[in-house]
């Protein structure tokens, strides 16, 4: 009997809560505060704590911290607003830190 293979997915590195799809990471280069990062279009079950301005390596942007929703483990950010035209394309979506989550369903 075939086995039901479902989405690949990213988990909290915590509580193995899971946060984000494989499908929806958009970049793997980038940099979190504890080392590299990827870029996402959508998590899930998380929490957003407050916004605040922040100086970023690519410049000034309004992000707001993301938690696990079960254990509140911090993940990473979520992109508010860029003030830098180039960076206009990170708005709405999530930065989760590689050292924070775990791939789960990678078959």
């Known amino acids: 009997m075939a086995e039901a293979i479902g989405p690949r997915l990213y988990s909290c590195c915590n509580c193995r809560n899971h946060v984000a799809l494989h499908d929806d ?7 979190g505060r504890n080392g590299r990062a990827f870029l996402f279009s959508h998590a899930m079950n998380i929490a957003v704590g407050p916004k605040e301005d922040r100086q970023l390596i690519t410049g000034l942007h309004t992000v707001a911290d993301v938690y696990c929703s079960d254990c509140r483990e911090v993940l990473g950010w979520k992109y508010e607003r860029a003030y830098e035209e180039t960076q206009k394309y990170k708005e709405g979506k999530f930065i989760l830190e590689k050292s924070k989550i775990v791939k789960d369903n990678w078959w």
């Open 25 to 31: 990471v958009i970049s793997k280069a980038f940099q």
